[in-house]
């Protein structure tokens, strides 16, 4: 219900900003019969076709480079997560390039291009052994890369990353401008969610099994394929798009209130005039709170007759800003959630490369990165289970709406209970390698117990589901106080949150690594689950940090109406 609400005011506010831009520009008076339901095939063929390539050669990424580049284990999950957030931080910029200078259409066909580039230098690794170092097959050591040979795979990752980052986003926002009516936006983004999900599954299971069983070349060569058909895709719909021309960053009224204020420290706000929007009626004068920041809408005389500039900006402005750093504590809150799941993903794909992946007692062998699937599979499928019935149900029976906030908070707790089952499943494994006698053995390649990798379905599963609770909670919470200037780059913070939790898991895992004896690249080796139980005590110290942020933030409605009884404490 909750969810439905949500996704009715993005409809809403999409509509409604539609047609204020179709007012102000001339463009769709021209071009009239451009957008709507014509470009529908071209927007979502290229996200489809783009997708199923950053899921062929991201998801596969750490066996291809334990497997093909001799790269130790624990340094490929590494590797991992300062690409995943690099890819998580390229939205943002594409974002900003598309909405301030270039527009939409122009960043993702450069994008797209790169991508392209980036996939297809990524296919020449797998197809010529000059770019790899040595197979390691019964010697030990494995020959590591060279430095020559680190240098072009970095290149290659940053080029497929950029590729994939800023079309990834900025897609989603162009498609929703091609409709003026709150209802086809809200079609258009339930095929988006469909066949955004549909084809990280495809990615993560068809083209990693044929990476895995038939060739790495073949593999990536498809990935190159839906690359390209994509771009064709994509380029053949120009002449159909609805093109909203740049208007300008939001995050620029924030700097402006910054360096307002700090050129006015000094001016005292006593018989001080503020300086209103000229669409605002109020003459309320700003909030107590950060009253540092008051200070950037004081009218002086050096202002003259200048309603906005970098020193001058408006009362509304101001309360924007501050809104925005009442919510960053709980945001933060959420960034060490983001690195746990990061470092629990990546410690799944070792622990399934050191079990049984055959299926049942037949010799189809599951890939050990395809596991990341059931996650995404419980997320897809809880979420459709709590929107529509689970949470109208509740509603029913207990006469109120769970919040955003008691979402995330349950998100919180499932994440813990998930890393502590992954934590039991790997006691399961180590005592399965003792009774084998697999323990203190240096193959130079991971040592296979004979336990069924089958038993990483519960972890994934309830890892799954505490998504489903966090992330729809989050776009909520951040949807619905983010200022309405922001509300257009709310869900960026999403992306922003993956960035700095998978580098932060980043640095953790080397911390680890370094500190203990805990982490080795046979698995069998180390104490893997020692690691699950103290992730699984910062995740529950993190919850605690949460309940006091939840317990300390002040809902919008709770500034403006000091009568409004206190919100419950995930309320």
């Known amino acids: 219900m909750e969810f439905n609400q949500l996704q009715k005011d993005v409809k809403e506010e999409n509509g409604s900003r539609h047609k204020a831009t179709e007012g ?106 000059s770019l790899r ?21 970095y290149t290659i990752l940053g080029l497929a990353c950029i590729g994939i980052g800023g079309t990834r986003y900025t897609l989603a926002s162009m498609g929703a401008d091609q409709f003026e009516d709150s209802n086809s936006v809200g079609i258009y983004f339930n095929w988006y969610f469909f066949v955004f999900y549909a084809a990280n599954v495809i990615s993560t299971t068809a083209i990693i099994y044929v990476q895995d069983n038939v060739s790495w070349a073949v593999g990536f060569g498809i990935c190159i394929v839906c690359n390209t058909v994509g771009v064709i895709l994509f380029l053949s719909g120009k002449n159909f798009y609805r093109k909203i021309k ?51 809408a004081l009218k002086i005389e050096s202002d003259g007759s200048k309603t ?30 983001s690195g746990l799941v990061g470092m629990f993903s990546n410690f799944i794909i070792l622990q399934a490369l050191s079990m049984d992946r055959h299926l049942g007692g037949s010799n189809f ?72 006698n697999l323990i203190g053995l240096s193959m130079g390649i991971p040592t296979i117990v004979p336990i069924s990798a089958l038993w990483l379905l519960v972890p994934l599963t309830i890892m799954g589901i505490s998504q489903a609770f966090l992330f729809p909670g989050q776009i909520s919470l951040y949807y619905q106080e983010f200022p309405t200037s922001l509300r257009s780059t ?49 995740g529950v110290v993190n919850f605690g940090y949460f309940l006091v942020c939840a317990k300390m933030f002040r809902h919008k409605l709770d500034t403006q109406d000091q009568n409004v009884d206190d919100v419950p404490v995930l309320g």
């Open 246 to 296: 740049p208007k300008g960053s939001p995050f620029t009224s924030i700097a402006r209130v910054i360096i307002a204020a700090v050129r006015k420290r000094k001016v005292s706000s006593t018989n001080q005039e503020y300086n209103y929007d000229i669409n605002d009626k109020s003459t309320t004068v700003p909030s107590d709170s950060f009253r540092f920041f008051n200070k950037g």
């Open 24 to 129: 102000r520009n001339n463009i769709f008076i021209k071009h009239s019969k451009r957008g709507g339901w014509t470009t529908f095939p071209f927007i979502l063929g290229s996200m489809l076709t783009l997708t199923l390539t950053a899921g062929g050669w991201i998801g596969n990424l750490i066996v291809y480079l334990i497997t093909k580049y001799n790269v130790k284990s624990i340094h490929a999950t590494q590797v991992f997560n300062v690409v995943v957030g690099c890819m998580s931080l390229f939205p943002i910029v594409g974002a900003v390039l598309s909405d301030s200078f270039y527009g939409s259409f122009v960043v993702i066909a450069l994008f797209s291009f790169v991508s392209l580039l980036g996939i297809t230098l990524m296919t020449l690794t797998a197809s010529f052994p």
């Open 490 to 538: 709310s869900t960026a913070m999403i992306s922003l949150l993956v960035a700095v939790g998978f580098y932060l898991s980043t640095a953790l895992t080397g911390l680890i690594q370094k500190s203990t004896s805990w982490l080795k690249d046979d698995l069998n080796n180390g104490r893997l689950d020692i690691v699950y139980w103290l992730l699984a005590a910062i």
């Open 308 to 337: 906005k500039s970098w020193s001058l900006t408006t009362v509304q402005e101001v309360e924007d800003l501050k809104t925005l750093i009442k919510i960053m504590p709980l945001w933060s809150s959420s960034i060490m959630l």
């Open 365 to 436: 062998k599951i890939p050990a990165s395809s596991f990341l699937s059931l996650d995404t599979l419980a997320t897809s499928i809880t979420i459709c289970l709590l929107d529509r019935l689970i949470f109208p149900m509740w509603q029913k029976l207990t006469g109120w709406s769970i919040t955003p906030l008691q979402r995330i908070g349950l998100g919180h707790v499932l994440n813990v209970v998930g890393l502590v089952t992954a934590a039991l499943v790997e006691v399961r494994r180590l005592h399965m390698a003792r009774d084998h």
């Open 133 to 153: 170092p040595p197979p390691c097959t019964n010697k030990f050591p494995c020959d590591s890369p060279s430095k020559l040979q680190y240098g072009v795979l």
